[in-house]
């Protein structure tokens, strides 16, 4: 479709459902936005410009199963949430097939801040950051005291236990021609502690720091991104919003970065009047790393079969190697060796590798964005950053290869190539004939995890954890 013609079809659209629209004035598609996309609307309303938000799947593919749980769904939940207390937009209007936009809905613009580094470090949010956990801890509630069978949740969502949750990531991560250890490691780990059973409730899924729209005045003003949700045990919310991704660098601060676990806790526990086990919540914490370094390899898969392949993608799917960082830090925390760089490019060479992928990554991120807004600027940044993991490969690659290899050859008293090494420690990990605490399988996991970040994201507050030498515990 045309950008004329998404225009037009959306044109319409707003004019037949919104009560006195005459005309859509402008469409901005915002940045980020890897499976869904997110438009800011300026729309004719009884003759003044009225701002709205178009929520709608990547590509304007017509299907509903661009969200997990359909966009229909994602919208009913939105409704049901606001109707119980917790903070949402109001959705005007569903989109229909026969409408040529693509699936989505039409929904109340909202102000405040989404960007989880802005929420973390932001003056303007000062005063309300100290009060956030123990409002987020009070949202999760009510959320998950919505009743599953009285609102027929069951027809339009999944429901799982810990242990079907566990299968089902891992699973997806197995039909993938690809070899991670850690991500093997943490699957075994979370089958041998699974939490006990509960009631199973309406859970969010992905409730983080990102995802929550932030005000000067309210704090949380908007609760986002359904797409996931499912009926489960409750707790997987609390641990997936103190996962380490979702910090945005302020590690101390195991909340979204800008609060405290005990202050989470005290806003669930008297919103609901229940006691949490913090043991759950730190099962969902290792869960949350692990859902996500899967989901970051997932993305790649996206790029490589989906409509919407941008430079996004694969630049996200590098990002798995910080979940799995934070695993280790988790499970197997200790002392790691950093390998040194090696430098390919021969001194003779004019120009050098270094020289040419320095100088396309200066052209992205000087004038590229300096002549860009917008999205066009944003996927500039990421088009750059992907460049520098390229330069860091060049770099740290055959050295970490050599050493990965060495050190499985020990572990695993086979000699082999390093893919079929790895292949082989997989399987183990997966069939169960090699235990957890084996001597030296923290330690190759360990320096094979934090040397693999320092390519793809030596800023990353993992890394930086895993490789100071106060992260033994």
Known sequence: MSSNDFFDALRTVLVREIEGCTDLSSVDRLSGGASMETYRLSVKVHGQEV?????RGAGGVNRDTVSAVGLSAEALLMRLAKSHGVPEPEIYCELQPEDGVGVGFIMEWLDGETLGSRIVRSP????????????????LAKIHAIDVDSNNLRTHLPELTPSEYVEQTWSRYRDWNTAQPMIDFTGRWLNENLPPECQ??????????GNLMVDTTLGISAVLDWETSHIGDPMRDLGWI?????????REMEVGGFGRLEDLIRGYEKQSGEKLDRSVIKFWEVFGSFWWSIGCLGMTDQYRSGPDATVERPAIGRRSSECQVDCVNLLIPGPVDLVGPNNLARPTDMPRLDELLTSVKDFLHQDVMEATSGRANFLSRVAGNSLDIVQREVRLGPALAKRERADLESLLKKEGSLEDLRWTLVHQLRDGSIPLDKPGLADYLRTAVVNQVAIDQPKYSGFVFAASSGNAQ
């Open 242 to 250: 103190c996962t380490n991704s979702w910090r945005f660098g302020n």
């Open 124 to 139: 303007d949010l000062e005063q309300i950051r100290d009060n956030l956990a123990e409002q987020c801890g009070q949202e």
């Open 200 to 209: 199973p409730r309406l859970v969010h899924n992905d409730f983080r720091n």
């Open 51 to 55: 701002p709205m938000c178009l929520r």
